[in-house]
């Protein structure tokens, strides 16, 4: 927590529902702390810390980014392989956020739904992406995506536009799958991988993408290569494998450290930074936040508007000779440093 300058990190057991979950809340001097519950089965309890500490950082850098007046924080359900979910477990989990008084709020993750959500939220208040507002994030954040990879193609190619670019895809989830619909709309040519191979066999039938394993994915020879699973993916294995000339995906954390973006740019390969680039689903539910409510146009207006800032990380980038993970930390601390001070200004309720 010193390291990376966390407030608080919550640790939660529900010995009736056998729920083990973690909160780590990274920063809120922008506003509370929005970020998404992740049920993962972790090998052990210091990795699902770990994940924890990471992501709510990653969030703080984030929503910063995308310009909202939010902090960052993420939540973990360490789960048991194939553990079926419980209306119990998710309604302990609900009162564990409603016991931090609206410092932290919820939204959906990797392996938590929209149906999760609404069941979390007859515990407590502080949830985001109910069916009846904003909904799915994932489709926001595959849009930002989209819109993120044609910034990059632009600045590669000279054009964003993506007819005959090749995309390898790495992970078919719920913004994976949307990905792959809008690129292949835009007519880019896919090759795609998932762990679960029915995902990707059935992705290839509707798309006629090319089909590799999950670890082949890396040895692709293509424009752009879009992690969108889990993070951690870019590292010193990695790295030497990609034949491609952009990383830009929806995963988070997809650096395993710092020093792989060096590396990327050491290779003249383009890093879309993954905070900025998969902002969309946190705006599309932060807009629920929006004093006059939730208004879907609105919101996507805002996710559209991603492109711009990724070309503007890239810009500050070449200009400052920098890699373009330093250049989006530059970004979002100089608006969490502005901003900060004025929230530090006290002002009676």
């Not at 980014?65 to 477990?89: Q, T, Y």
């Not at 009162?95 to 993750?109: F, K, W």
């Not at 739904?113 to 407590?124: G, K, V, Y």
């Not at 989209?146 to 719920?174: D, F, M, N, T, W």
Request: aromatic share 6%.
């Amino acid at each position: 927590m010193r390291e990376h300058g966390h407030e608080e990190v919550v640790f939660w057991y529900d010995r009736t529902t056998g729920l083990r979950a973690i909160v780590a809340i990274h920063d809120t001097s922008m506003g509370p702390a929005l970020g998404g519950c992740r049920r993962w089965h972790y090998a052990t309890e210091e990795e699902a810390l770990t994940d924890a500490l990471r992501l709510s950082r990653g969030m703080t850098f984030k929503n910063a980014a995308m310009g909202l007046d939010l902090g960052g924080g993420k939540s973990v359900i360490w789960a048991e392989p194939d553990a079926p979910k419980s209306e119990a477990m998710l309604r302990s989990f609900g009162r564990l956020v409603e016991s931090l008084g609206g410092r932290y709020i919820t939204a959906e993750d990797v392996g938590i739904n929209a149906e999760d959500i609404e069941t979390m939220a007859r515990e407590t208040q502080f949830v985001g992406g109910l069916k009846e507002t904003s909904g799915d994030p994932s489709p926001a954040t595959a849009l930002g995506v989209l819109e993120g990879i044609k910034a990059s193609v632009a600045h590669v190619y000279g054009s964003p536009s993506l007819q005959g670019r090749h995309v390898a895809i790495q992970g078919l989830g719920h913004v994976g799958a949307a990905l792959a619909r809008m690129l292949h709309e835009e007519g880019a040519q896919l090759t795609v991988a998932d762990i679960t191979p029915a995902h990707a066999e059935r992705m290839a039938q509707e798309l006629g993408a090319a089909v590799v394993e999950p670890d082949a994915i890396y040895d692709v020879a293509c424009d752009v290569f879009a992690p969108c699973a889990l993070g951690a993916i870019l590292n010193d294995e990695t790295i030497p494998r990609l034949a491609c000339r952009i990383v830009a995906g929806s995963a988070n954390n997809q650096l395993k450290e710092p020093r792989h973006g060096d590396a990327l740019r050491a290779r003249h390969i383009l890093y879309a930074p993954d905070f900025v680039i998969n902002g969309g689903g946190v705006v599309n539910v932060a807009d629920e936040l929006h004093p006059d409510g939730y208004h879907h146009d609105r919101a996507y207006k805002r996710v559209a508007q991603i492109g711009q800032q990724v070309a503007e990380v890239i810009r500050i980038a070449e200009e400052e000779d920098i890699p373009t993970y330093e250049a989006a930390d530059r970004l979002a601390l100089a608006r969490l440093e502005q901003i900060g001070r004025v929230r530090r200004t006290y002002l009676p309720e």
